[in-house]
């Protein structure tokens, strides 16, 4: 068997090549590139102590309603953050606190009394915290956010 050999046709008969398909121009004029805004720079500071929910201090009383209030017992803190799947609230205190001692939790929701199993601060287990330290307690029922949190 012999192979076909190609002929090339005479330009006159090839189809014409659209020059649009073979090569591709450059826009003639390119479009406008607007600025964009710059950002403020950052301005650093130093990493807060605390949670950065909380500022330091002590809670106002006007920012506990009244249903929440109990007369008669040490305010130590509100519940800054519930973790349901370990059953512990985080708060900072602002007044000490000791393993042993009797606390009750008073929400919108919440009325949990009971007494301090285990106390935490930074993730070591300890007996007693003083007031300012952020901790987390192991409490038998959920509580939420904003709860106010007594010694009694």
């Known amino acids: 068997m012999t192979k076909k050999r190609s002929v090339r046709k005479p330009a006159a008969s090839r189809k014409p090549v659209r020059k649009s398909a073979v090569c591709r ?3 003639t004029s390119p479009r406008p590139v607007r600025p964009r805004p710059k950002r403020p720079a950052k301005q650093t500071q130093p990493a ?3 949670h950065p929910a909380v500022t330091p201090g002590r809670t106002p ?3 506990i309603t009244p249903e929440q209030q109990i007369v ?8 800054i953050n519930y ?10 205190l602002e007044a000490p606190l000791a393993v042993g001692d009797t606390i009750r939790i008073k929400g919108h929701t919440t009325d949990l009394t009971q007494r301090i199993d285990s106390l935490q601060v930074a993730h070591q287990s300890v007996q007693s915290a003083s007031a300012g330290e952020g901790v ?3 409490v038998a029922d959920k509580v ?3 709860d106010a949190v007594y010694k009694v």
């Not at 008669?72 to 519940?79: E, F, N, P, Y």
């Open 136 to 138: 987390g307690i192991h």
């Open 83 to 92: 973790f349901t799947h370990l059953g512990v609230a985080t708060l900072v």
């Open 61 to 63: 009383v006007a920012s």
């Open 25 to 27: 121009k450059a826009p």
């Open 72 to 79: 008669g017992a040490t305010l130590l803190g509100k519940v």
């Open 144 to 146: 939420r956010t904003s």
């Open 48 to 50: 807060p102590a605390l």
